[in-house]
């Protein structure tokens, strides 16, 4: 506790009730400071202070002499009286028994060096015969209007301020009712939750609690020693809860009083003052503080909750002093008695006190008191959140303070799992589930349909062709290229052929009832026709001079036409390109020549077989076509030879294609490619080239566009050439960036995603693709787990790094999933010297001083070494031990064995390891001699049941049928674990009831689980588990973990 502020005034004061000027002070004089009986009348003062200035002076914004001393004084925010009084009303109690009304605005809001105006008081109000002692505003915002007061006359006024200008007066009990107190009125509190309740003391001890609404007294508690009520104060939360304080010096006390149980004795006395109580006042801020000084210069910090004194202002006058005469006339100790306590009501930790001497102090109260009390409210966090591994959030709640110091001072917490990206988990659902059920085209289909952009639909599209039988053909499909309709074109240029083909591939039809029969021409199909409808033999037709080629054969040869007559015709029949064809010309290429010259050389090379010399002369006139056909007469040396001057001589880009397509130069093709028309080099490799090129020749195309910077591009490529690396490589890149643009998080799932369906389609398992890749995953499994969804993030922690490794083991012992087997403990267990080495190596050093001491130290040794020759079983194979001499004599080591794993995964990360290999020197030889589990005695039968009453069987029975259900169920691995521990704690639990050390409570307990058992209610059964445990958890602790696991599977197999 530390001294803030300090003036010198002997005034009545009032906290400022305005948030916004929390650090005024009104301030009413009692006195100008003159000696002996003088009255020089009192003055109104309004002060302020900063609490962040290290100074303790005050500031005084503004003073006005007064007619009169003030004797109380109560400061309100009145929200009828904003416009005019936006600070609020100062109400004082005057020593000649009026109320005087201020507006402190009219103060506060003067320009700058001038007088306080005299106009700062709004109001008077005269009705009192005496001082007012005791002035206090209606605390509830729809009443704020409302004053009462009480004066030394014995009188008691309600003062309604609704109408400044003529405010109304009334009396708690009516005009026609008598007063009830005739003694002089020493304080007046309003309830603080009922607005029409009213609290008066008296002088007498007498404390009156008015109903205004019924105008009569609702109670009044009386003091036995009827010492004067100097203070009264309502509990702040509880309004059926008040504080009273007597001013009786041989009875010194402040009584809590609850009005529900008793308005005749207390609930509550406090007597650490050895003087009369002063002044009171009840911690606005926490309702189990108070404040209270007497007169016995104590200042004194109440705990209602633990009925004590938490802390003591400090006072330059410790001691009660003597009374004397100086003390009446203005001197000695009794000065700086404070006779004046209040909190702030605006700001925590902050109290003032009036003195006799007239110093007004102000007080942090925040440190300085009993360290192991309980902290202020306003220092204690209402509420607290903490977030837990998987998602995992728990939540305290403070309610608000029980008004009884034996209240009810129980804390909430909640415990709940929270999803802060619901969109991620649900995609994440998603492909975990495409995953399980390998539905990877459906889910390439889904993201295809939902792609935002050009780049993100042709990467599915080209992830759904991976997952295609005819993968190639997919591609092609893809690129735009569609056999059957490129087929369709054949009619346009060759209608005969295409005719042809249709004729060959349309079914035969005789019988017109069945469809449409083949195609043939109308004079075929007439003399057909009359040829089966005459029953003509084949014998007929062969004589009738029918050709099937070439029609009648006597007209043919009537008519003899010229070998080329018939190629002829069909030139003539076919539509000319040029006159449909209206595209751009491509530049002209130099058309064939023809002279005398050229032809009798052809014709002489001809005559002597030379195609050589042919195939040249035809291609220096330019006669391509003729060259070819003369080449290929002429052996495939000629034949190539021709070729290549062929293309030589071509200047068309498709020409080139068709080169590399002939010679089989499908690298050279990429090589040279256009790089903007990759999609057509793709094709072309889809189409030609063989499979074992196929990858190459597609990796090498993407290698080509990923130097000239087409990243997407080439990653499409590479996926063709199910390049991994490059391809994964190249999405981390395209990640990166996206994070930028649409947050991490998003471009993770993305990245994650395309890496685990591309991992099934080219099946290769994701953990061999490189430790970004592993990164990458830990990351997304972190993730996930924070989500909640532990399932999923297993699934991706499966890399063999050290991040993984933990989440794993993290995940095993927060979520036992089944099917998931223990992962291996990320950390490796080294083992440390036991204490016991330690001990025997100060031993030794201890017999090698004293000669004596170590002869007897080994005669014990030779003793204990009977233990070591006992058969017991080994912790592992090794050589044998040298004997029990590797412990210190009188104190053999404890054993370390790994506590068995609870059925529910939550156990301690060490028992993920299957038994360790423990030094056999850290072993006791005793621990082999220890008793079965389940401590019974070597004679009991584990399990055994035959000294089970008959009305205890069903027990027996129940758990028996349950366990042989489930052992006939396709359980997992985990689960089959757990079955384990199950018989385990079921053998203790009938050997328990076998020789009776179950208590009838815990056997009825178990009775009732039976039954639920029956019904199938394992969920009423997990509740009598869990008051098992909360009561018997220490006696029967081996036997109750299995028993959770046995409800939690059966929970879970027999819903």
Request: proline content about 7%; overall charge negative; charged content about 20%.
């Given at each position: 506790m530390s001294l803030l502020k300090e003036i010198q005034a002997n005034a009545a004061v009032a906290w400022s009730p305005v948030k916004r000027r929390a650090e005024l002070l009104a301030l009413g004089s009692k006195g100008d400071g003159g000696v002996g009986f003088e009255n020089n009348g009192g003055e109104f003062k309004l002060v302020a202070m900063d609490l962040s200035d290290p100074s303790r002076g005050m500031v005084t914004l503004g003073s006005v002499k007064t007619a009169s001393r003030f004797t109380s004084l109560a400061w309100r925010d009145v929200p009828r009286h904003h416009d005019t009084c936006p600070y609020g009303i100062i109400a004082g109690g005057m020593a000649d028994g009026s109320v005087s009304l201020w507006n402190p605005a009219l103060m506060l809001d003067r320009e700058p060096g001038t007088d306080a105006p005299a106009s700062c008081e709004?109001?008077?109000?005269?009705?009192?015969?005496?001082?007012?002692?005791?002035?206090?505003?209606?605390?509830?915002?729809?009443?704020?209007?409302?004053?009462?007061?009480?004066?030394?006359?014995?009188?008691?006024?309600?003062?309604?301020?609704?109408?400044?200008?003529?405010?109304?007066?009334?009396?708690?009990?009516?005009?026609?009712?008598?007063?009830?107190?005739?003694?002089?009125?020493?304080?007046?509190?309003?309830?603080?939750?009922?607005n029409y309740i009213l609290a008066t003391g008296s002088q007498n001890g007498t404390v009156v609690v008015w109903d205004l609404k019924q105008k009569k007294p609702w109670c009044e508690l009386r003091d036995p020693a009827r010492g004067a009520a100097t203070a009264i104060a309502w509990n702040p939360n509880e309004g059926l809860q008040i504080a009273t304080a007597s001013g009786d010096d041989q009875h010194p006390s402040v009584k809590l009083w609850d009005l529900r149980n008793s308005t005749s004795t207390p609930l509550a006395e406090f007597h650490d003052h050895t003087a009369g109580v002063l002044s009171m006042s009840w911690c606005p801020n926490d309702p189990g503080l108070l404040l209270s000084c007497g007169k016995d210069n104590r200042t004194l910090l109440w705990d209602l909750f633990s009925r004590k004194t938490v802390a003591e202002l400090p006072s330059d006058a410790p001691n009660a002093p003597q009374m004397g005469s100086d003390q009446f006339f203005g001197g000695g100790l009794a000065g700086q008695r404070r006779w004046n306590?209040?909190?702030?009501?605006?700001?925590?930790?902050?109290?003032?006190?009036?003195?006799?001497?007239?110093?007004?102090?102000?007080?942090?109260?925040?440190g300085g008191g009993n360290p192991a009390c309980r902290p202020p409210k306003w220092m204690r966090r209402p509420a607290g959140a903490s977030f837990g591994f998987g998602g995992k959030l728990v939540t305290i709640a403070n309610p608000q303070e029980p008004a009884a110091p034996n209240g009810d001072h129980r804390r909430f917490i909640h415990m709940q799992r929270v999803v802060s990206d619901t969109g991620l988990v649900a995609e994440a659902e998603a492909l975990d589930r495409s995953l399980e059920t390998k539905d990877f085209k459906g889910h390439c289909e889904q993201k295809i349909a939902a792609a935002a952009t050009a780049e993100e639909r042709s990467v599915w599209s080209f992830m759904k062709i991976l997952f295609e039988k005819d993968a190639r053909q997919h591609l092609l499909l893809h690129l735009g290229l569609d056999a059957e309709k490129i087929n369709e074109l054949n009619a346009k240029f060759n209608p005969e052929a295409a005719a042809a083909q249709n004729a060959a591939t349309a079914p035969l039809a005789a019988d017109p009832a069945q469809g449409p029969g083949p195609h043939v021409d109308p004079v075929t199909g007439a003399l057909l026709s009359d040829r089966i409808d005459s029953g003509m033999g084949a014998e007929d037709v062969f004589s009738s001079g029918f050709h099937p080629n070439g029609g009648d054969q006597t007209a043919a040869a009537a008519s003899p036409a010229s070998p080329l007559s018939d190629v002829s015709a069909l030139a003539a029949a076919l539509p000319s390109?040029?006159?449909?064809?209206?595209?751009?010309?491509?530049?002209?290429?130099?058309?064939?020549?023809?002279?005398?010259?050229?032809?009798?050389?052809?014709?002489?090379?001809?005559?002597?077989?030379n195609f050589e010399v042919a195939v040249n002369c035809c291609l220096a006139y330019n006669q391509l076509a003729d060259a070819l056909l003369l080449a290929s007469c002429g052996g495939p040396e000629l034949w190539e030879k021709t070729q290549r001057a062929f293309f030589a001589h071509q200047q068309r880009p498709v020409m080139r294609v068709v080169s590399a397509i002939i010679k089989n130069e499908l690298t050279e093709l990429v090589d040279v490619s256009d790089l903007a028309e990759w999609r057509e080099t793709l094709a072309i490799l889809s189409t030609y080239a063989k499979s074992e090129e196929f990858p190459s020749l597609c990796d090498k195309l993407a290698t080509r566009l990923e130097a000239a910077g087409d990243l997407h591009s080439a990653t499409l490529c590479f996926m063709c050439a199910v390049n991994v690396e490059k391809t994964v490589n190249a999405w981390c890149k395209e990640s990166e960036v996206e994070a930028r643009t649409h947050g991490h998080t998003f471009a993770l799932h993305r990245l994650v995603e395309k890496v685990s369906v591309f991992a099934m389609a080219v099946d290769q398992p994701d953990q061999s693709m490189g430790p970004e890749v592993a990164q990458r995953f830990a990351e997304y499994a972190s993730l996930m787990a924070a989500e909640g969804r532990l399932d999923i993030a297993a699934k991706y922690a499966r890399f063999p790094d050290l991040s993984c490794a933990i989440l794993k083991d993290r995940i095993y012992n927060a979520y036992p999933m089944q099917g998931y087997q223990p992962p291996p403990f990320p950390f490796d267990v080294v083992q440390i010297q036991t204490q016991a080495q330690i001990q025997q190596q100060q031993e030794q050093q201890q017999q090698q001083q004293q000669r004596q001491a170590a002869a007897q130290q080994q005669q014990q040794q030779q003793q204990r070494g009977g233990y070591g020759s006992r058969s017991h079983p080994q912790m592992y194979s090794g050589p044998p031990s040298t004997g029990a001499t590797a412990h210190m004599p009188g104190m053999p080591s404890p054993a370390y064995a790994g506590a068995p794993r609870p059925g529910t995964g939550f156990g301690p990360p060490a028992a993920t390891s299957a038994s360790p290999a423990i030094p056999q020197a850290s072993l006791s030889p005793l621990a082999s001699a220890a008793p079965k589990a389940g401590g019974f005695p070597p004679d009991v039968v584990p399990g055994s049941t035959?000294?089970?009453?008959?009305?205890?069987?069903?027990?027996?029975?129940?758990?028996?049928?349950?366990?042989?259900?489930?052992?006939?169920?396709?359980?997992?691995?985990?689960?089959?674990?757990?079955?384990?521990?199950?018989?385990?704690?079921?053998?203790?639990?009938?050997?328990?009831?076998?020789?009776?050390?179950?208590?009838?409570?815990?056997?009825?307990?178990?009775?009732?689980?039976?039954?639920?058992?029956?019904?199938?209610?394992?969920?009423?059964?997990?509740?009598i588990y869990v008051a098992l445990t909360a009561s018997d958890w220490a006696q029967h602790k081996d036997w109750l973990r299995g028993l959770k696991s046995l409800i939690h599977i059966s929970m879970k197999r027999f819903r």
């Open positions: 709004i109001g008077r109000i005269t009705r009192h015969k005496g001082a007012v002692n005791a002035l206090q505003f209606n605390p509830h915002e729809d009443s704020a209007h409302l004053l009462a007061s009480g004066g030394s006359d014995g009188e008691v006024y309600i003062m309604s301020l609704e109408k400044l200008a003529s405010p109304g007066v009334f009396t708690p009990g009516g005009p026609t009712t008598p007063q009830a107190q005739v003694n002089e009125i020493t304080s007046v509190a309003w309830n603080t939750q009922v306590v209040q909190w702030s009501p605006q700001v925590p930790a902050v109290a003032l006190t009036c003195s006799l001497d007239g110093k007004l102090q102000v007080w942090g109260l925040s390109p040029l006159e449909e064809d209206k595209s751009k010309r491509l530049d002209a290429v130099p058309a064939p020549v023809y002279t005398e010259e050229s032809e009798n050389t052809l014709m002489q090379a001809l005559l002597v077989g035959e000294n089970v009453g008959p009305q205890d069987l069903p027990i027996v029975n129940a758990f028996n049928d349950l366990v042989s259900q489930l052992q006939g169920l396709p359980l997992t691995m985990m689960e089959q674990k757990q079955l384990q521990e199950i018989q385990k704690g079921k053998e203790i639990m009938f050997t328990k009831l076998n020789i009776g050390e179950l208590s009838p409570e815990v056997v009825s307990r178990l009775h009732e689980m039976v039954a639920c058992f029956g019904q199938r209610d394992f969920g009423s059964a997990q509740g």
